[in-house]
């Protein structure tokens, strides 16, 4: 199995969001070998996702993340990826200092997307402003050569 982490501030926003459209995503094209998760680099254990997050998905894509939990990024998370992509530049040279060992395996979003920029947090923003970020998130997700990184 082939493992993508996706890794954001607090693990309530963007990355669950990232994780759930690269599952959708993995599904449509047949990768059934490859599963994403995500993490948080100053994520809250068990937090749940925000309403604004979960209510985007469900009525735009019909995925549910209601379930989801924060977890906080540790060795293990990166350890076990093939691929580390963070919604930041910032995110990304974050984990490198944290983890020098795993950096030819972290990349920014804006690293792996044609897009070319970083996914800004949402966080505290009303429907639309999650309904902006989830399209961000999947115009790159759709957009990424996976078999150039798994």
């Known amino acids: 199995m082939k493992r993508v982490v996706f890794v954001c501030t607090g693990n309530t926003c963007r990355s669950p969001m990232a994780a759930a459209?690269?599952?959708?995503?993995?599904?449509?094209r047949g990768m059934v070998a490859v599963v994403a998760t995500s993490c948080g680099i100053f994520a809250t254990k068990d937090t749940r996702a925000s309403k604004n997050a979960v209510a985007v998905l469900?009525?735009?894509?019909?995925?549910?993340?209601?379930?989801?939990r924060a977890k906080m990024t540790v060795e293990k998370c990166l350890e076990n990826?093939?691929?580390?992509?963070?919604?930041t530049m910032g995110h990304k040279n974050h984990l490198c200092e944290l983890y020098p060992d795993y950096a030819d395996r972290v990349y920014s979003i804006s690293e792996t997307c044609p897009m070319g920029l970083?996914?800004?947090d949402p966080f505290g923003g009303?429907?639309?402003?999650?309904?902006?970020?989830?399209?961000?998130?999947?115009?790159?997700?759709?957009?990424?050569k996976?078999?150039?990184y798994l």
């Open 81 to 87: 990826a093939h691929i580390v992509i963070a919604m």
């Open 146 to 148: 996976w078999e150039d």
């Open 21 to 28: 459209l690269a599952n959708h995503l993995f599904e449509m």
């Open 126 to 144: 009303d429907f639309e402003v999650y309904k902006n970020c989830a399209g961000q998130i999947k115009q790159c997700i759709g957009s990424i």
């Open 58 to 68: 469900k009525q735009w894509c019909g995925i549910d993340i209601s379930e989801h």
């Open 118 to 120: 970083d996914i800004e």
